[in-house]
């Protein structure tokens, strides 16, 4: 189970590609703290201009004359003042960060779960598949007993054709079986990577659990990534009403620019021009639009406060729903074991009363049937058992790779935030690509 869980960890390509997301969305933070950093503009320009100009219409004067004007220039633009929208802006794509590692560590769970559970899967369908052969192996001896019987005049042709039935019956189940275990295979491969191979017992993960239900549900209220991330969905929507009630604020800015021309004019052979501006903008009305805007993100706000409630609720009736499928699935398993160790006695029982003709070959067909549903009944509550351990844990928020000492080192997504938070320029990723 180790070596699934952390392949799948490592490997699974929709876990990846949400890794990729979470670095995409960090980007978010840079883009907003430019607003911060100045922005600069170069200029050239140049071509042929051809000017015949009169000075003077009492004493006719003209110069004419074919020039080549060019010039270059830069000017550096920084915005002083506008309305915290800057602030707000990189302090709500800081929250999306936030919130989108909280998504990758749901995903991290989902994957985990998944890969648990497919686990479990191909040990309970592998093991049924050999209860379903074992039994079409009793069957067969079963009919070839009866047949023999039959020949010797101890039992009717009734017998013989119900030994028949059950062993078709069982050769249909192995089939099935065999189906199942081919389903579940093609899904071990997508979600873990390989192909299944001496997969070895799982023991459940009820070492890591709380003691009562009580206690899980709060554990779950405060990590559970799905309220987390709901909270800093909160958090966005906040910081989305400040930014735009930021545009009814004047903004205000520094201009500074600088010029050299060469040949500007007939008379003018070079200039060059110098200029420092302060420019303050105050918006008085521009439509409308500013005002549904915050209204539009307050309603949003008001919005992600109840879908934050919704999924407390949820998550306190995922708890309880894998709380009781864990307790469950241990009360079943106990009873489970109880019924095959009965059944085995019926079914021994059965066979040898058959033997001295106090049991009939239906009896006997019967006592065996009741036996290998008993041992499915047990494999696949022993599968249960499993897997509503690793639900419970993954319904606290707790299952990952650092509470199940997996060997390896986990993914950190703030190594590559930290990378691009206060990347001023440059088109490759941190990676190289």
């Given at each position: 189970?180790?070596?699934?869980?952390?392949?799948?960890?490592?490997?699974?390509?929709?876990?990846?590609?949400?890794?990729?997301?979470?670095?995409?969305i960090d980007e978010n933070v840079p883009q907003a703290l430019s607003g911060y950093r100045p922005?600069?503009?170069?200029?050239?320009?140049?071509?042929?201009?051809y000017t015949d100009v009169l000075f003077d219409f009492s004493a006719p004067k003209t110069m004419a004359g074919l020039q080549s004007p060019h010039a270059v220039g830069a000017t550096v633009t920084q915005t002083v003042y506008n309305g915290d929208q800057t602030a707000n802006?990189?302090?709500a794509a800081e929250s999306q960060v936030l919130g989108a590692r909280e998504s990758l560590r749901l995903l991290e769970q989902t994957v985990l779960l998944s890969a648990a559970t497919v686990y479990m899967d191909d040990l309970r369908d592998a093991a049924i598949l050999?209860?379903?052969?074992s039994n079409v192996k009793v069957l067969e001896l079963?009919?070839?007993?009866?047949?023999?019987?039959?020949?010797?005049?101890?039992?009717?042709?009734?017998d013989v054709a119900q030994s028949e039935a059950q062993l078709a019956a069982g050769k249909s189940q192995e089939l099935g079986a065999e189906a199942t275990l081919t389903t579940t295979r093609a899904n071990f491969r997508r979600i873990i990577g390989n192909e299944p191979a001496d997969l070895k017992p799982a023991s459940p993960v009820d070492r890591f659990l709380p003691a009562t239900l009580r206690e899980a549900t709060g554990i779950a209220l405060v990590e559970?990534?799905?309220?987390?991330?709901?909270?800093?969905?909160?958090?966005?929507?906040f910081l989305t009403v400040k930014i735009n009630e930021g545009a009814l604020f004047p903004t205000l800015s520094v201009q500074a620019s600088v010029q050299r021309s060469w040949q500007p004019s007939i008379?003018?052979?070079?200039?060059?021009?110098a200029s420092a501006v302060a420019q303050a903008n105050a918006p008085v009305y521009q439509g409308g639009a500013e005002y549904s805007l915050i209204?539009?993100?307050?309603e949003t706000l008001e919005q992600q406060r109840l879908v934050l409630e919704q999924t407390r609720d949820q998550v306190r009736a995922d708890v309880a729903t894998a709380w009781g499928q864990l307790l469950a699935g241990k009360a079943q398993v106990t009873a489970a074991q109880a019924q095959v160790g009965a059944s085995e006695v019926a079914y021994l029982g059965t066979t040898k009363e058959a033997q001295v003709g106090q049991r009939t070959v239906i009896d006997i067909l019967n006592a065996q049937q009741t036996l290998v549903n008993a041992r499915v009944a047990l494999v696949t509550a022993q599968h249960d058992r499993v897997v509503a351990s690793y639900a419970v844990l993954s319904a606290l928020g707790r299952l990952s790779p650092q509470i199940l000492h997996l060997p390896t080192p986990t993914y950190d997504p703030s190594v590559h935030y930290q990378q691009v938070r206060n990347n001023w320029f440059g088109t490759r990723t941190p990676a190289g690509r």
């Open positions: 189970m180790e070596a699934a869980l952390l392949r799948a960890y490592q490997s699974n390509p929709q876990l990846n590609a949400q890794r990729a997301s979470v670095r995409a922005k600069v503009a170069a200029t050239m320009s140049g071509g042929v201009q802006k990189t302090r050999e209860v379903q052969r079963t009919l070839r007993q009866t047949r023999d019987r039959y020949n010797a005049g101890l039992v009717t042709p009734t559970n990534p799905n309220v987390t991330s709901a909270t800093y969905g909160i958090d966005v929507s008379a003018t052979p070079k200039s060059f021009a209204r539009q993100s307050k």
